[in-house]
């Protein structure tokens, strides 16, 4: 069998990389070991134009949005399923002086257009009362959904194969590649958090970290279906009353078993947060494939050509996924240079 292209995972990166390759007319194959605890399938699938604590916008957004919007919206089409919503986050606050800090935003233009609200007092009941709220305006991808439907896509087509690629399996030819009898002219690592350890590329700034979320269950805070709040822990609605709350930061035991102190943790934060009964149904954790720099990392191999990546996408996968494979395959395809922010 020969293809134009092998992705290895089938994630946020590896699906929109199959994406736009098959929207060019390239032969691909797709080889993804199912994993319900990857990322792309444990991400709460926010999309927040500001973040932190020191109320940063997001790098590159209004370029990444205007991008990711109409490419989520044709997604829908072609699998037939909503999948991205407009919604709004609710940032609660504490202290007079973060009430201050989101009001001295609205004073700037590129934060003002976003920040749709600054209030004072309570914002509704189920939460506690804090000194004010801000509302911003945000995305929602039901995440877990698209890859399982995009999946299922691929599939019905004969494009995934469900196996995992090791590395010595690989037989690299001088213009292709060669993995258990199918030749590629190339082959791209879409392979999330275990690109850290990989031969070919574990010598690359990777900063993988761990996170946590627990899915609770409260008929009481019905009715929140077109917001997302932000406390100690964000809140996310994901329908019939379960919320997805997280997450955490973990630099270490990288694995994707929930840790029991972290959900003590995430409890005792909630409290801060809700003041609405709810019970814990389930707690789940991802590793986000992130870099030291904070910035993805997309191209070809310099020393072997035959093998690509597309990485990195660390806590802005939803975003950033669909822009940067666009990015690659122009680059692929057309020799356009890539963004230097992210080649390696
Ligand atoms: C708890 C948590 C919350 C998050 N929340 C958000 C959020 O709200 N918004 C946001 O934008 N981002 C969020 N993220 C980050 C986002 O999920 C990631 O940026 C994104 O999903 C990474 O996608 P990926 O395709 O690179 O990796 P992955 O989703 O990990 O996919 C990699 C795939 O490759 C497969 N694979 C790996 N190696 C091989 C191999 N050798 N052979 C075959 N298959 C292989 C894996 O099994 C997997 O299926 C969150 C992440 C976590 C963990």
Avoid at 15 to 27: Q, T
Avoid at 139 to 153: C, E, K, W
Avoid at 271 to 288: C, D, E, F, H, W
Avoid at 294 to 321: A, C, D, E, Y
């Amino acid at each position: 069998m020969t293809v134009d292209y092998i992705i290895v995972g089938q994630g946020l990166a590896g699906s929109w990389l199959c994406h736009h390759l098959l929207a060019a007319g390239k032969e691909v194959l797709v080889a993804d070991k199912y994993n319900p605890f990857s990322a792309s399938r444990v991400s709460s699938g926010v999309v927040n134009p500001i973040t932190g604590r020191n109320l940063v916008k997001t790098w590159l957004f209004d370029e990444l949005l205007a991008f990711a919007m109409p490419a989520y919206r044709q997604m829908e089409q072609l699998l037939n399923l909503p999948l991205w919503e407009e919604r709004n986050f609710v940032w609660l606050l504490q202290s007079e002086h973060d009430l201050n800090k989101f009001t001295a935003r609205t004073e700037n233009p590129a934060y003002a257009q976003h920040i749709l609200a600054t209030q004072r007092g309570e914002w509704r009941t189920g939460f506690r009362s804090l000194t004010g709220y801000a509302q911003v305006g945000g995305y929602y991808l039901n995440s877990p959904a698209f890859i399982d439907a995009y999946r299922q896509y691929l599939l019905s087509q004969n494009r995934l194969v469900e196996d995992w690629v090791n590395a010595d399996e690989l037989i690299l030819l001088p213009d292709a590649v060669q993995w258990k009898g199918i030749t590629a002219q190339k082959i791209i690592f879409c392979n999330g958090y275990h690109a850290a350890a990989h031969p070919f590329f574990s010598h690359l700034p990777f900063a993988p970290n761990k996170g946590e979320a627990l899915i609770i269950q409260s008929d009481y805070l019905a009715g929140l279906e077109k917001y997302m709040v932000k406390g100690g822990n964000f809140l996310v609605p994901k329908g019939n009353n379960q919320f997805w709350v997280g997450s955490q930061y973990l630099f270490q035991n990288l694995t994707q078993e929930p840790t029991p102190a972290i959900r003590a943790q995430m409890e005792a934060t909630l409290s801060k947060m809700l003041t609405a009964p709810y019970t814990v149904v389930n707690q789940i954790a991802g590793i986000r494939p992130s870099t030291q720099q904070r910035r993805p990392l997309v191209g070809l191999h310099p020393q072997r050509p035959q093998i690509g990546l597309l990485n990195g996408l660390g806590t802005k996968g939803t975003l950033m996924s669909a822009y940067f494979a666009h990015k690659f395959v122009q680059h692929l395809l057309h020799n356009q240079p890539l963004p230097p922010e992210v080649c390696w």
